[in-house]
């Protein structure tokens, strides 16, 4: 057997073990695609639009995979309902906050409210305190500043009354027009905090049940109030100190910067991923604390219970960033009741 044969021939075989191998890996992700159709209840309008999505699918899956196997990192990413998403389709449907042009100040209360508060615990948890509705989602609609403002509220309305209460999004969503709030399309919490007050309160969420659309102000429903608030106040921008006593007290509003891959695929652990300061997603912080020696804050998301931990994430706190981790100490606020 001559020399260029054997070449020949072991070249050839390699060819066909990884051709196998894709082909093999190729399936394999076609499986794992059909079960999380399954999973998700995706279904498609035909045969392309389902290889379309098969593609984003598949680079989303190999993108996560890569990330872990990468190791030494705090936390992990996983598949979930966003799988099948460019990043602009997610970044359109499923965060909306909006930076301010320009916040109206009548109602902010200064100084600082917390401000020589001093009794602050190594950790909180304000879902153990009773505080914490379940975890909702927000959905095709970029109106995360609605669910970041409702939180806080139904968070302060339980500590004052012991009574908790799940408040409508929907509300805030069709009335809550003023300072330029557009419904699916972005807004900010002082924006809805403003209108709690100005209609001297919300309503109930099953009174007024959240659509995920933009509608017309039910204006009898919203005078039905439920919770009310007499002020808002804003945390003092890139200090975590201020806004660690501002959460020992209550749950606070926080804008974040929500647009990246890892935020969106974000699993388990302490997240501590690449992220800017353009704050494009608004959360509730409810609580805080430290594992295995990292300090960490605790957020309540809008994105339904099977993203991140629960429908939560666990994000590093006083990394060393003055605006706190994906600016998350940049625009804090929170109601006063």
């Known amino acids: 057997m001559s020399l260029i044969f054997v070449l020949?021939?072991?070249?050839?075989?390699?060819?066909?073990?990884?051709?196998?191998?894709?082909?093999?890996?190729?399936?394999?992700?076609?499986?794992?695609?059909?079960?999380?159709?399954?999973?998700?209840?995706?279904?498609?309008?035909?045969?392309?639009?389902?290889?379309?999505?098969?593609?984003?699918?598949?680079?989303?899956?190999e993108y996560i995979e890569s990330f872990n196997k990468a190791g030494n990192r705090s936390y992990k990413l996983g598949i979930n309902k966003f799988s099948d998403l460019t990043h602009d389709e997610f970044l359109a449907a499923h965060t909306g906050y909006k930076m301010p042009l320009n916040i109206p100040t009548t109602s902010i209360s200064k100084p600082f409210k917390y401000?020589?508060?001093?009794?602050?615990?190594?950790?909180?948890?304000?879902r153990e305190?009773?505080?914490?509705?379940?975890?909702?989602?927000?959905?095709?609609?970029?109106?995360?500043?609605?669910?970041?403002?409702?939180?806080a509220i139904e968070g302060i309305t339980q500590i004052n009354t012991g009574n908790l209460i799940s408040l409508s999004e929907q509300q805030l969503v069709d009335c809550s027009t003023?300072?330029?709030?557009?419904?699916?399309?972005?807004?900010?919490?002082?924006?809805?905090?403003e209108y709690v007050m100005e209609n001297q309160?919300?309503?109930?969420?099953?009174?007024?049940?959240?659509?995920?659309?933009?509608?017309?102000?039910?204006?009898?429903?919203?005078?039905?109030?439920?919770?009310?608030?007499?002020?808002?106040?804003?945390?003092?921008?890139?200090?975590?100190?201020a806004l660690l006593k501002a959460a020992t007290n209550q749950p606070v509003s926080i804008a974040i910067d929500g647009s990246g891959r890892e935020f969106m695929y974000y699993q388990s652990g302490i997240f501590a991923g690449s992220c800017t300061t353009s704050l494009t997603h608004a959360v509730t912080i409810v609580g805080f604390g430290t594992e295995d020696g990292t300090d960490f804050w605790l957020l309540k998301n809008s994105w339904g219970e099977t993203w991140g931990e629960n429908g939560y994430m666990r994000i590093v706190r006083g990394g060393g960033w003055p605006e706190g981790h994906c600016g998350l100490a940049m625009k804090a606020s929170y109601p006063v009741a």
């Not at 999973?39 to 379309?52: A, H, S, V």
Request: aromatic share 12%; proline share 3%.
């Open 8 to 61: 020949f021939f072991i070249f050839g075989t390699n060819l066909a073990s990884q051709a196998m191998s894709r082909t093999i890996h190729e399936a394999a992700i076609v499986d794992k695609h059909e079960q999380w159709m399954a999973t998700y209840g995706r279904q498609y309008e035909n045969n392309l639009e389902k290889e379309k999505r098969f593609k984003i699918f598949k680079d989303n899956l």
């Open 115 to 126: 401000e020589s508060f001093s009794d602050v615990p190594t950790s909180m948890d304000w």
């Open 129 to 151: 305190k009773g505080a914490v509705t379940p975890i909702k989602n927000q959905e095709n609609c970029g109106c995360c500043w609605a669910f970041s403002a409702v939180s």
């Open 178 to 193: 003023n300072g330029g709030n557009q419904g699916c399309y972005g807004g900010w919490m002082t924006n809805a905090f």
């Open 201 to 241: 309160g919300i309503t109930q969420e099953e009174n007024y049940p959240y659509q995920a659309m933009q509608g017309t102000c039910d204006a009898e429903t919203s005078a039905s109030v439920a919770a009310s608030i007499t002020n808002y106040e804003e945390v003092p921008a890139n200090d975590e100190e």
